[in-house]
């Protein structure tokens, strides 16, 4: 009799196993939102490392193997800016694609375009590791990969074989960015992205000139306004020297941690040569007081929820400054529709998005369109591109308030050894 119980409770554990088993299968292939965010994240982070998770899920990716995505951008979502069309504003920013690998399957994520790179001419190993650290307590991250890249080569091969793939989905609106750096070791920033701009120019739909990351040594004196201004002026005569049916557009990547000359400068750069556009902003060197995790301390930059408040406050100085009239991409913290909407608000016609996903998966992309899509119609805007800057005509703001930019304190990092 005994036995017999133990046999029944034996199976029974199995068929509950199993079950278990599926249900989770299923849950995970749905991209069930509550799913991913509570339980399947925070499995994955606590057995595989932050670099081996990012490896796994571009590799992931770049197979197709996603979760199911049924949601339909709608109309109000859809923006038209630099002369392309855009399904939806929620785009992949650089630094998750690095090497232009999981183009494709982050299209089928539902994002409405998709930024590879940051690539260097010369193939780079970057920083030794360990150089990525989750600060889960604070939903972020801090990174010191410091450009590791396959180099332009590999990459135009990569990109060149789905040229004819790409040319059908920028057509569908659903465009392809590329960012470009400059080699760690390299005596001649200028050249290096001038070569960029020559070898992957025919394959983006718009590139980034990246100046902003802090784990390159001197790559955010590029952003000084003599420095800047000469290295605009080439690149944009490259860029006018290539062959095709439309000009390209140029945006430049800047620092959240800029002083307010530095911006004015910046601004006044910009408009004056006719930069395409600002992606606003990379990662920070500063730390929030309010940190907890214990990898705070660690050197690189710090993006996710912390970078928020300051990106976008970023974001709004850059508009003021460019009178609105210089194309805005904000990126830092958007982790929902709210998020996004800040920053649409402040000024951006578009925003980027990465360390979200690594805490709430795939799924973050539909939730965070699903949720703008709700907070256009309640504040009665019909499209993203009304929303656009409104926190800067007086528009209603009552069902907007913007949190205070919380108090950043600058880590004493020494940037050549990041």
Known sequence: ??????????????????????????????????????????????IVGAETAHVLAVKMIGLGLVPLNRYQDPASLEMNVLG???????????????????????????????????????????????????????HAIINRYGFNSCGLAAAQQRLEARRDTQQQRSEAGLPLGINLGKNKLSQDAGADYLEGVRVLGPLADYLVVNVSSPNTPGLRDLQGKAALRQLLHTVLKERDALQGERRLPVLVKIAPDLTSQDKRDIADVVTELGVDGL?????????????QDSNKSEVGGLSGQPLKDLSTSTVREMYNLTKGKVLIVGVGGVASGQDAMDKIRAGASLVQLYTALTYQGPPVVTKIKRELEQLLKEQGFSSVSEAVGADHRGADTSTHKQSPLKEMVNVNVDTQHL
Do not use: C, W
């Open 1 to 46: 009799m005994a036995g017999h119980l133990k046999k029944q409770l034996k199976d029974a554990v199995k068929i509950i196993g199993s079950g278990s088993l599926l249900f989770a299968s299923y849950l995970t292939a749905i991209g069930d939102e509550r799913f991913y965010t509570n339980q399947l994240m925070p499995l994955l982070q606590r």
């Open 84 to 138: 392309l069309k855009f399904r939806n504003p929620i785009g992949i920013a650089a630094g998750f694609d690095k090497h232009g690998e999981a183009v494709d399957g982050l299209y089928k994520v539902g994002f409405g375009f998709v930024e590879v790179g940051t690539i260097t001419p010369k193939p780079q190993e970057g920083n030794p590791q360990p150089r990525v650290f989750r600060l889960a307590t604070d």
């Open 279 to 291: 992606m606003v902003s990379n990662t920070t060197v500063s730390r929030p007081e309010t940190l």
